[in-house]
T-cell receptor, first 113, second 114 residues
Framework: GQSLEQPSEVTAVEGAIVQINCTYQ??????LSWYQQHDGGAPTFLSY????GLEETGRFSSFLSRSDSYGYLLLQELQMKDSASYFC??????????????FGAGTQVVVTP | DTGVSQDPRHKITKRGQNVTFRCDPI?????LYWYRQTLGQGPEFLTY????????KSRLLSDRFSAERPKGSFSTLEIQRTEQGDSAMYLC????????????FGPGTRLTVT
């Protein structure tokens, strides 16, 4: 079957660094995306890794290892506004035929003062 | 860029009734997606369109669900004979064809079936 595994919750203090891991087992793989969703809000795109390595976007970085079927999202210099759910999502079809994302269950990040 | 909009934001209906939701994507986006999200879970793919063509439909989508995008712009999702298990947040997203890595989500329609 197909699955994405990520921790259900992570708690950290303001200013800290948090790493959210995502392991996946899918029939096809063409890339890993990360989305942020605040309570009651819409998912918002954060980053995408199509190749192995690290992608950095401001305080957020995302990493992919295709050989390990593993990726992570790194949140640095945590702020209270980073309290939200974070989802990893797999593209499992080629880019020219790609239609859907397969999402994990999400990781609730709680930032405390 | 006004973003993706969805209407209504909330819908309460009795079991057995039909409901229809509307999604207006970002204007230059060719692709439009429908997802369903329940509490504590990630969005689940339902179906997607490229322009007016429906290219894929999830096995999750029973015959009671139908989606259209008649002119390649807005889309509607209809659920017939609603069941309590249909209660969820229905999310619409849109993207460009190239690049297509980022999907832009609307605020969702929360459906409650009583």
């Amino acid at each position: 079957g197909q699955s994405l595994e990520q921790p259900s919750e992570v708690t950290a203090v303001e200013g800290a660094i948090v790493q959210i891991n995502c392991t996946y087992q899918t029939s096809g793989f063409y890339g890993l995306s990360w989305y942020q969703q605040h309570d009651g809000g819409a998912p918002t795109f954060l980053s995408y890794n199509g190749l192995d390595g690290l992608e950095e976007t401001g305080r957020f970085s995302s990493f992919l290892s295709r050989s390990d079927s593993y990726g992570y999202l790194l949140l640095q210099e945590l702020q209270m506004k980073d309290s939200a759910s974070y989802f990893c999502a797999v593209r499992d079809t080629p880019p020219d035929d790609w239609g859907k994302l397969q999402f994990g269950a999400g990781t609730q990040v709680v930032v405390t003062p | 860029d006004t973003g993706v909009s969805q209407d209504p934001r909330h819908k309460i209906t009795k079991r057995g009734q039909n409901v229809t939701f509307r999604c207006d994507p970002i204007s230059e986006h060719n692709r439009l997606y429908w997802y369903r999200q329940t509490l504590g879970q990630g969005p689940e793919f339902l179906t997607y369109f490229q322009n007016e063509a429906q290219l894929e439909k999830s096995r999750l989508l029973s015959d009671r669900f139908s989606a259209e995008r008649p002119k390649g712009s807005f889309s509607t999702l209809e659920i017939q004979r609603t069941e309590q298990g249909d209660s969820a947040m229905y999310l619409c997203a849109s993207s460009l064809v190239d690049p297509s890595v980022a999907q832009y989500f609307g605020p969702g329609t929360r459906l409650t079936v009583t």
